[in-house]
């Protein structure tokens, strides 16, 4: 059978190696790919978000299921299509993509449910915005812009000028377009964040090993946020106790109210939890595997993911056998292009891929790749996620930065304490 991944990231290069595993996969197709997925798939020139290409090329080649790997397609109605086209396809409809394409959409949601999250506020006035923010006692808050913003329309605020300049940069600058139009002020959360991804056919919620993403450009977690600089998985923090809690009083919930609105969700939940002492809460809800979460934890899962993705997208995930999973943790580190998260050049020769592949327990996932000629050069902010699988965290994150010393482009750079978070915690 042949498969077709839409999109063009780290994420989707680790969705296209997977599902090329399965034997009942003769052939992955990722629209429109990137120089890593050519290597094992097939790439084809279709835009993510040209879905009437997509829906034509589905039919022609007869494929049997279609992962869409980013959310700008699933918000934009592409799984309607698909299905009204008579096409298998995994993600959520356009209405339950809501819950990631509005900030606003999620947190109402999540009060409906009784979902535990940061205290909020929403505003669509720039000066009304800035008002609440002199009239409060703290300038501890999370600004956030209600659309799609390439993970880059957060802003976590620890003075009152830091909340202003965010609220006039998203509403008055355009700093993200129509979709910081409207946004959000949060209370801030303190603690520890933890990604949940979880597989959902509408009723029944599948957990998949925990993952902990590193938002912040610099070691220490300084620097602006970005759309993720590293990952590793397992999280030790999570524990058993504490995934049972998030199962009851986050995933259960969510779903069961999304299904009471009548937008049945289907596809992976993601839920960024933070673990503050009142107990976890959500910072937001994604609608499609994490990146760079996904490339860790799919490295570590041994069952086929095609036959748990086609599950998934007949609602038969009741009937699927439990997951199997390779229990040696893995970590990925973000190499990224200078100026990353601002402006950054394109086109940089890459060096050293060949070196990284020799290396055990290493894969080289292409995020902002693509092939000119003989060369592979740099296309994007994030440009590989180097991941390694070890015997416990620290040897996963040597052998994921050993393989990141093999490779150099002009300007390469990457933060270097990738997974140390885990070293605080009760882990090996």
């Known amino acids: 059978m042949q498969v077709l991944v839409v999109g063009q990231g780290g994420r989707e290069h680790v969705l296209t190696w997977k599902l090329a595993q399965s034997p009942q996969v003769s052939r992955v197709f990722c629209a429109p790919g990137n120089a890593g997925t050519e290597q094992d798939g097939t790439n084809v020139d279709i835009a993510a978000d040209d879905i009437g290409r997509l829906v034509k090329f589905a039919e022609a080649e007869k494929i049997a299921l279609t992962v869409v790997g980013p959310e700008v397609p699933l918000v934009a109605g592409i799984v309607d299509a698909f299905q009204a086209a008579g096409l298998p396809i995994f993600g959520p409809s356009q209405a339950a993509a809501q819950l990631e394409g509005s900030k606003v959409y999620a947190k109402e949601l999540m009060r409906q449910a009784n979902v535990p999250t940061a205290d909020f506020w929403v505003f669509d006035d720039s000066e009304e915005a800035v008002r609440f923010v002199n009239e409060r006692e703290t300038g501890l808050f999370v600004v956030k812009a209600d659309g799609l ?210 290396l055990a327990d290493t894969k080289v996932f292409h995020a902002g790749t693509v092939r000119h000629g003989d060369q592979i050069v740099t296309d994007g902010g994030r440009v590989l996620g180097v991941t390694g699988l070890g015997t416990n965290i620290g040897a996963a994150k040597k052998r994921a930065y050993e393989a990141v010393k093999c490779i150099r482009w002009d300007g390469a750079w990457c933060r270097k304490d990738i997974s140390d978070k885990a070293r605080l915690m009760p882990c090996e």
Request: with cysteine; net charge negative.
């Open 149 to 358: 913003a390439a993970g880059k329309g957060v802003t976590v605020c620890s003075t009152k000028g830091e909340a202003i300049h965010a609220i006039r940069d998203a509403m008055v600058h355009g700093a993200f377009g129509d979709a910081g139009k409207r946004i959000l002020i949060e209370e801030r959360l303190v603690g520890q964040e933890v990604s949940i991804l979880a597989l959902v056919d509408g009723r029944t919620i599948v957990t998949l090993e925990t993952s902990q993403d590193h938002k912040a450009a610099r070691d220490g977690d300084e620097g602006p946020n970005t759309g993720g600089m590293g990952a590793y998985s397992p999280a030790p923090v999570a524990t058993g106790e504490l995934m049972d809690e998030i199962i009851q009083k986050i995933l259960i919930p969510s779903v069961h109210t999304m299904r009471k609105r009548g937008t049945e969700f289907r596809g992976v939940l993601y839920a960024g939890v933070m673990l503050t002492a009142q107990g976890p809460k959500v910072l937001e809800f994604n609608v499609r595997f994490g990146d760079p979460e996904a490339q860790p934890v799919l490295m570590r899962l041994k069952t086929d993911l095609f036959e748990l993705l086609q599950a998934a997208a007949k609602g038969r995930l009741s009937d699927f056998p439990e997951l199997e999973w390779d229990e040696r943790p893995a970590v990925c580190v973000v190499m990224a292009s200078e100026g990353y998260p601002g402006s950054y050049k394109k086109g940089l020769p890459i060096r050293g891929l060949e070196d990284a592949a020799k």
